[in-house]
């Protein structure tokens, strides 16, 4: 068995791992005239806190999430080979439009969520200025549902819109004030990666209250998995490594 194997079947492991114990709960004897009890859903907030209407917003906002990425799909199916050219090649003619196909399909993919139920794009709805969609939680709860829906984040969802374009976090000798970074306290701070944008987005998908994966090997797991992985591959190229199994000496 090669390295590559090992990792594989690792990944998969503790994604499988962390999904048992996301759905797992502690099994409840039948009442004693044979009917199936009923387990209400633990809420930890005090009332008033969530919003009536959450769960049928919360499938509302699923249900959009599944028609844009059905679209996504069928337009990726309609784009035309690409042409190579150069080396690293490039996608001439069609590499913007698969670029950002691609994009499209991550951001509305519940299958990066352990219970496949929360994409990026349910707190981030273009339709909200790619922010939150539900107008009762923003009028409540303000900090939006993860993949438990009754677990709700920390803030507000930040705009796509204008995270790219944040610098590093820096201070500023003019203002007297430091600037950059994203996230509403700046702390992913783009020092390590140089930017802040790629630096959250490692973030969010390992969340315990946003998408709820221990590892951003399981994110890796599931992409490897994900029906539009041929694009993937075209727009990045495979990543072909040799592993050599270690001999003792």
Not at 100 to 109: N, S
Not at 205 to 227: I, K, N, W, Y
Request: with cysteine; glycine share 8%; net charge positive.
């Amino acid at each position: 068995m090669n390295y590559r194997t090992l990792i594989v079947l690792a990944t998969g492991g503790v994604c499988g791992l962390a999904l048992w114990m996301s759905f797992y709960s502690p099994k409840v004897s039948a009442q004693s005239n044979g009917s199936a009890p009923s387990v209400p859903v633990y809420n930890p907030y005090p009332p008033g806190i969530l919003p009536p209407d959450l769960s049928s917003e919360i499938a509302r906002v699923l249900r959009e999430v599944d028609f844009v990425e059905s679209r996504a799909i069928t337009r990726w199916h309609n784009l035309k080979p690409p042409i190579l050219t150069g080396q690293p090649p490039v996608l001439q003619n069609t590499g913007t439009e698969a670029t950002e196909t691609l994009g499209e399909l991550m951001l509305f993919d519940k299958n990066i969520s352990p219970n496949k139920n929360q994409a990026c794009a349910s707190c981030h709805m273009p339709y909200a200025g790619f922010s939150g969609p539900i107008p009762s939680v923003n009028l409540t709860m303000i900090a939006f549902p993860g993949t438990v829906h009754f677990r709700a984040g920390k803030r507000t969802a930040q705009r796509h819109t204008y995270a790219p374009f944040f610098p590093v976090l820096q201070y500023n000798q003019e203002q007297g004030l430091f600037f950059g970074g994203n996230f509403w306290d700046s702390r992913a701070t783009g020092y390590l990666l140089r930017v802040p944008d790629a630096q959250q987005a490692q973030g969010r998908p390992v969340d315990t209250q946003e998408m709820g994966f221990p590892d951003t090997a399981c994110v890796a797991f599931r992409l490897s998995h994900a029906v539009y992985r041929p694009l993937f591959e075209e727009v990045w190229g495979k990543r072909l490594v040799r592993y050599q199994v270690p001999t003792r000496d």
